[in-house]
């Protein structure tokens, strides 16, 4: 028995009496008449698909071990009439009091109850722990003695039957308001993303994000990878400008109770106004991430880098109201050059194209940053030229001829997966090179035998000369090991292969 997030077929369980109540109206006038479940009531659950009714003995569950935990199966099969195991009392825990009769009676949506085994007096439990691939990964369920009343409420949602009457009310969940709504969503974020507790390659921690300690790498492949990084000057004047307002407030609440009234020439109002609501929003947006236990990356500073950009806009508007026009615009077009160098830069990160490893390693402005410069083309590495094979039977070997190398087209093949050797393909090539070298040792022999008639009629007859009784005439000349040992001893220069 599992719990599953989506509505389907499978999510229906019919009530039914015990076997003795079924026993006790069997013969009653009332038997197939519906009967409400109240608080207390003894019931069983079948599943109406399977006719496996809801079950639960001293077993522990696959995945939670606990010895207060028991494992809750379906047990039985159509027509089987089960066993007290399948016993459950009805605890109505909590009605909503708009409904009359919610606290005692079992109604669709307003009733929250229990359901207490009575043999092991353990009640259903679930507390979203999944099962492993071969359940799906859904959500184990258990019986647990002594379990807290939160985690064992249920709710029933549909309520069918045919004899239900056509104008019976039909319950509806309470529509909450925008605070409701709010205060939910906010809740289940909360628990969703505390949820995510594995750790990864590239996570980091929040106090590293505002000085951009180090990226996060998304894709990587031959001479190209993505990786997410900020534009350094822009990161780091936003957390200038946020620590320069909270120390300026210092100083001057310091000053202040001194008796100094510094006016920062009449801008400090504004100053607090604009900047000093920028970088509170800046602060909101990330303290919350050091309560998280889940796990961070770079991009979840990215709203409070927003506000701390806006901040730095601002302090240095205030900073140069009172300079010429002129020195303001040559202070502006510097960073902006800034920026923009600093963009088409690291622009081989954002979007995976080709760089070189020098380049990479002079953009490491902190030894922090951990993208891999390795996968990029050494320019400083000498052109390696691979050897031109060697062909069989010629006299004359030609130099290669020139090549022009690319060393990107070069890393790229080195990068390619390895050939699947043909190993017939192999020995076929080592029997041919084999006959060659037969065929040109018994043409040596051949052009300078000893004048021994003896010697040349052995060397000629290991040679093999075509004989009527064994061989063809068209048949290859094969030699034994010792008479070609003899024949290329007799030769007075090596043949050329």
């Known amino acids: 028995v599992t719990l ?14 015990t076997e003795a109540a079924e026993s006790k109206y069997q013969n009653s006038t009332e038997a197939g008449k519906l009967q409400p479940v109240r608080h207390g009531d003894i019931v069983r659950l079948m599943h109406w698909k399977t006719f496996r009714r809801l079950h639960s003995h001293d ?12 494992e809750v199966t379906g047990y039985g099969w159509e027509g089987f009439k089960g066993d007290s195991n399948d016993h459950w009392r009805v605890q109505i825990m909590e009605g909503d009091a708009s409904v009359p009769g919610s606290r005692d009676q079992l109604m669709a949506i307003h009733s929250k109850f229990r359901l207490v085994h009575v043999g092991r007096r353990c009640a259903l439990f679930s507390n979203r722990r999944k099962l492993p691939k071969w359940a799906h990964e859904q959500v184990e369920v258990t019986c647990m003695q002594s379990a807290k009343v939160p985690k064992t409420l249920w709710r029933i949602e549909t309520n069918i039957h045919a004899d239900i009457p056509a104008g019976a009310p039909l319950a509806e969940y309470r529509r909450p308001g925008l605070v409701a709504k709010v205060l939910e969503a906010t809740a289940v974020m909360w628990r969703v993303n505390n949820g995510l507790t594995k750790s990864h390659p590239y996570e980091s921690r929040p106090h590293t994000w505002p000085w951009l300690r180090r990226g996060m790498a998304f894709w990587g492949a031959d001479n190209r990878a993505i990786y997410l990084l900020g534009t350094a000057p822009v990161w780091w004047l936003s957390l200038v400008s946020v620590l320069l307002f909270g120390v300026l407030q210092v100083v001057l609440f310091l000053r202040s109770c001194r008796g100094f009234n510094d006016r920062l020439m009449g801008a400090r109002e504004r100053y607090a106004d604009s900047v000093g609501f920028l970088v509170v929003g800046w602060v909101l947006h990330w303290i919350p991430f050091f309560l998280m236990g889940r796990q961070l990356f770079l991009h979840h500073y990215l709203p409070a880098l927003w506000l701390a950009i806006l901040a730095f806009s601002a302090t240095l508007d205030l900073l140069t109201r009172r300079m010429r026009r002129r020195i303001r615009h040559v202070i502006m077009g510097i960073l902006l050059l800034v920026v923009v160098r600093t963009y088409f830069q690291y622009s081989h990160l954002a979007y995976g194209t080709p760089w070189t490893r020098q ?6 402005l902190l030894g922090t940053w951990d993208y891999d410069c390795k996968r990029y083309v050494d320019l400083d590495a000498a052109p390696t030229v691979l050897a031109a094979p060697i062909p069989a039977e010629t006299s004359h070997i030609d130099p290669p001829p020139a090549q022009n190398f690319d060393p990107l087209e070069h890393e790229n093949k080195l990068n390619e997966p390895a050939p699947r050797i043909d ?3 192999l020995n076929s090539d080592a029997d041919k090179a084999h006959e060659a070298m037969v065929k040109a040792a018994t043409t040596v022999d051949k052009n300078n035998a000893a004048p021994d008639a003896n010697n040349a009629a052995g060397a000629a007859g290991a040679a093999g000369e075509p004989n009527a009784q064994n061989h063809h005439e068209d048949e290859e000349p094969v030699i034994g090991d010792d008479a070609h040992h003899e024949a290329v001893a007799q030769t007075t220069a090596p043949p050329l292969f």
């Open 59 to 70: 077993e522990r569950p696959p995945v939670t071990t606990n010895d207060y935990q028991n």
């Open 423 to 425: 190993h017939d393909k």
């Open 359 to 364: 380049g990479c390693q002079r953009s490491k």
């Open 4 to 17: 599953y997030g989506f509505r389907d077929d499978n999510n229906f369980w019919v009530i039914t009496r």
